[in-house]
């Protein structure tokens, strides 16, 4: 590349040339070579390395915040690789490089890394993705930030050959809330309460507290063989020291439960139950325009107008005072 007195005279492809007014048309105009071509003049000449650099680094130095429905305010970490080639040494020099005389790759990455960071952070910021996707899917996010790039790139003389993201990260913290919130999400809470309870009963028989342990034991199989006799016999029949046989009416039957179905994003969940709802609504899985479905409604309504759930809104709405 010809620059004169700061102004880009010609640039060349790679070969050896003889220097005239066919091949240095500009320079030509700027010398005024139409006067026999004698006049002397000083040229710059800058040479442009227009090979594919591959493996370059980038990293997010800070982290980025995000808002997720479930968890509020995250943060997330992202790392990566890319590879680039000069494409238009003339837009390249008189745009990036300047009158700097020995422009080194280590000076392009530093500039090219601050533009990725700044266009990786809007793209995950407009993705709005549920925050655990982030790390499932890296091939579409390392396309879609590479289509976003690519003009800016193109502007200083540039053209991205790939992008790649290796790995999206989160707080440790928050890698654990997001499991356990996924496998309670997949357990069916009536069954592991129930499995839980038989456990319960099995250790208790089991515990090694000699008397105390076996007493326990025994203990929970006479509650369950009297509930089991309940169960076979309504209405039990005992007899008092000396007296005559009383009957004794069956206690009315165990309220039912009621179980809640809700919607999250067009998907109908559930059923589940008053209390793993109310855990719902306070990590923000469900919200106050949720829709819920019960036994008993004939269509989904908002929870808001759910009178039992109103509570989670900090209190239920009092009814209309009578007329007069």
């Known amino acids: 590349m010809f620059v004169n007195e700061g102004q880009l005279a010609d640039v060349f492809t790679p070969g050896t040339y003889t220097l005239n007014t066919k091949n240095l048309p500009i320079l030509a105009t700027l010398k005024g070579w139409k006067y026999g071509f004698n006049s002397p003049f000083?040229?710059?000449?800058?040479?442009?390395?227009?090979?594919l650099f591959t493996d370059e680094k980038w990293g997010t130095k800070n982290a980025?915040?995000?808002?997720d429905e479930r968890f509020g305010l995250t943060e997330i970490r992202a790392f990566g690789t890319y590879s680039f080639r000069i494409s238009d040494p003339g837009k390249f020099v008189v745009d990036v490089v300047g009158t700097d005389g020995n422009f080194t790759n280590y000076e392009i990455n530093e500039h090219l890394k601050s533009l990725i960071v700044t266009r990786f952070t809007d793209t995950v910021g407009e993705a709005n993705l549920p925050i655990e996707l982030y790390a499932a899917n890296t091939s579409e996010l390392s396309e879609t930030c590479q289509e976003v790039m690519q003009p800016e790139f193109g502007r200083v003389g540039i053209e991205l050959e790939k992008f790649y993201i290796e790995n999206v990260s989160m707080p440790e913290d928050l890698k654990k809330e997001i499991f356990e919130y996924s496998r309670l999400d997949k357990l069916d809470m009536s069954k592991l309460a129930q499995f839980k309870a038989a456990k319960?009963?099995?250790?208790?028989?089991?515990?090694?507290?000699?008397?105390?342990?076996a007493g326990m034991g025994m203990g929970m199989?006479?509650?369950?063989?009297?509930?089991?006799?309940?169960?076979m016999n309504p209405q039990a029949t005992h007899q008092p020291f000396g007296g005559a046989p009383v009957t004794t009416p069956a206690p009315p039957p165990m309220p039912v439960q009621v179980m809640y179905h809700y919607a999250v994003n067009g998907q109908q969940l559930g059923p589940v139950s008053f209390d793993?709802?109310?855990?719902?609504?306070a990590n923000r899985t469900v919200n106050r325009d949720t829709l819920i479905w019960k036994q008993g409604l004939a269509n989904w309504s908002p929870l808001q107008?759910?009178?039992?759930?109103?509570?989670?809104l900090g209190g239920?709405?009092?009814?209309?005072?009578?007329?007069?």
Do not use: C, R, W
Request: glycine share 8%; net charge negative; no cysteine.
């Open 276 to 281: 793993k709802l109310k855990e719902l609504f």
């Open 42 to 51: 000083k040229a710059e000449v800058y040479f442009v390395n227009t090979h």
């Open 200 to 213: 319960a009963m099995e250790e208790a028989a089991k515990n090694e507290g000699g008397t105390a342990g």
């Open 305 to 312: 107008d759910i009178e039992e759930l109103k509570a989670f």
């Open 316 to 324: 239920a709405t009092p009814p209309p005072l009578p007329e007069n």
């Open 64 to 67: 980025i915040m995000l808002s």
């Open 221 to 231: 199989g006479f509650v369950l063989a009297q509930q089991m006799g309940s169960m």
